[in-house]
Every structure is written in structure tokens, then in C-alpha cells.
């Protein structure tokens, strides 16, 4: 079986004015399913930019980006929206959740966006919500709860589509100590039965222990 992603001697570049960023120089990265990968180093290292492409959000200036054994480039906007929407999840720092929305409907929201049947929607939504443990704040709104719930909705909404890979940007950044374990032990254990791939910008220490691999980032290239 192919690896979920693939990224092959990739390159990219920012134009700040006159000036040209690296941002990627020649990266190499290779995640299978059911894995979490972490990305660490400083601010500016490429970590966003990986994230970026992973996503397809943006296109490298040269090489090759694989997601699930297909290559991505040449993509039209319509063609990479509708890749996105089934093959990829997103969790947030800042959870990114709709205020005026309960818990289950935006879990829901991207199985309504995607047509699946009502029925389906429901079931999966609870079967999710309870995966979580918040089977019983579904009527609730976000501003309901704390931030350890909060993300945990974020994580039941990347997951509940049975997306191939999660995409996730300094996930436990804002939460405490105890909060962030729960929360990683979610994605840990919700990636593995899930066969969802993860890859995760961090700085965070108690993310690096859950993590299957860690890459280290320096000035747009991978250092062992």
C-alpha cells in the first residue's frame, strides 16, 4: 500500500517585496497510515508551509506531492476543494469552530457539506461524539466549554469524515498540561483506529512523546 503523503524534493519560495524567501529547500517526507508525524523546529523553519502544501492550500515551485499514491499537481481549484473535503481533516490552535453552532452540528457540518445522507450524519456524528466523550454536550454551543473541549470537538470534526490524513497546527498549544495529555491520547488512539494519517506542527514537548516520528526543521530543510 502507498504511503498517504509524499512529498519529493520540494521547493518553495515567498516573494516579501523584492525580496525571495525559501521557505522549502528540497524536502523529502514520507507518512503511512496511522501514523503521527511531527514537525518541529523554530519559527519560519517551513513547518506552515509543509502544512500548507499537505493541504493543498498551496503548490510547491518544484517537485513532486503525493496524497494517497496521486500525484496533486495540476490540480484546479474545484478538483483540490473537493480533494480536501474528502481526504483531509483539519485541527486548529485556535479550535476554529462555528459559535452559533452546536457541538453536533459542527461535527456534522463537513459530512452535510460532503451530501451524506441525514441518517448516516446523525449516526456518525454520535458515534464520534461519544469516541470523544462529549456524546452528551451535542446540544451545546462552544462557548459552553472549556478549551480541552473545545478542541476535542475540533478533533471529532477532522475525524468524522474518515479523512486519510489530519492536518494539525500547534494543537495543544493553548491547553494545560492535563488538558493536552487527554488530547493527545484522543489523536493518538482515534488515529490509529481511524487509519488516519497525522501530521502535526509543534513545539510542544507532550506531543513530541506521542508522536511515532518526529522531523526536525531548520531554514527550510529536513536535519536529522
Same mark, same amino acid.
Not at 515551485?61 to 496524497?67: R, V
Not at 500547534?170 to 494545560?176: K, Q, V
Given at each position: /500500500? ?10 518553495k ?18 507518512l503511512?497510515?496511522?501514523? /503521527?508525524?511531527?514537525? *518541529? ?10 502544512? &500548507? ?12 506531492? +503525493? ?28 479550535? &476554529?469552530?462555528?459559535?452559533?453552532? *452546536?457541538?453536533?452540528? &459542527? ?20 458515534? /464520534? ?49 492535563? *488538558? ?5 491520547? +484522543? /489523536?493518538?488512539a482515534q ?10 506542527? *509543534? ?13 526536525? +526543521? ?7
Amino acid at each position: /500500500m502507498s504511503a498517504v503523503l509524499q512529498l519529493a524534493a520540494v521547493h518553495k519560495t515567498y516573494r516579501l517585496g523584492e525580496h525571495v524567501v525559501p521557505a522549502l529547500q528540497g524536502v523529502d517526507l514520507q507518512l503511512e497510515a496511522g501514523e /503521527m508525524l511531527a514537525l *518541529t523546529g523554530p519559527s519560519g523553519s517551513g513547518k506552515s508551509t509543509i502544512l &500548507n502544501l499537505a493541504g493543498l492550500i498551496d503548490a510547491p515551485d518544484e517537485g513532486q506531492i +503525493l496524497l494517497r499514491g496521486r500525484s496533486v499537481k495540476g490540480l484546479g481549484e474545484t478538483e483540490a476543494t473537493l480533494l480536501r473535503r474528502d481526504a483531509i481533516g483539519f485541527v486548529f490552535q485556535s479550535f &476554529n469552530l462555528v459559535p452559533v453552532m *452546536t457541538v453536533a452540528e &459542527n461535527v456534522d457540518y463537513p459530512l452535510f457539506i460532503a451530501g451524506v445522507p441525514a441518517a448516516e450524519r446523525r449516526e456518525r456524528v454520535a458515534e /464520534m461524539l461519544r469516541a470523544v466523550g462529549l456524546h452528551e454536550h451535542a446540544q451545546h454551543r462552544p462557548d459552553a466549554l472549556s478549551g480541552g473541549q473545545r478542541q476535542r470537538v475540533a478533533i471529532a470534526r477532522a475525524l468524522v469524515k474518515r479523512p486519510a490524513l489530519v492536518i494539525a497546527d500547534e494543537p495543544t498549544a493553548s491547553l494545560d498540561s492535563h *488538558t493536552a495529555t487527554q488530547v493527545l491520547d +484522543l /489523536m493518538h488512539a482515534q488515529g490509529h483506529a481511524h487509519g488516519a494519517a497525522f501530521l502535526v506542527a *509543534t513545539h510542544d514537548a507532550r506531543m513530541l512523546e506521542r508522536c511515532d516520528r518526529a522531523l526536525h +526543521l531548520l531554514d527550510g530543510k529536513i536535519h536529522s
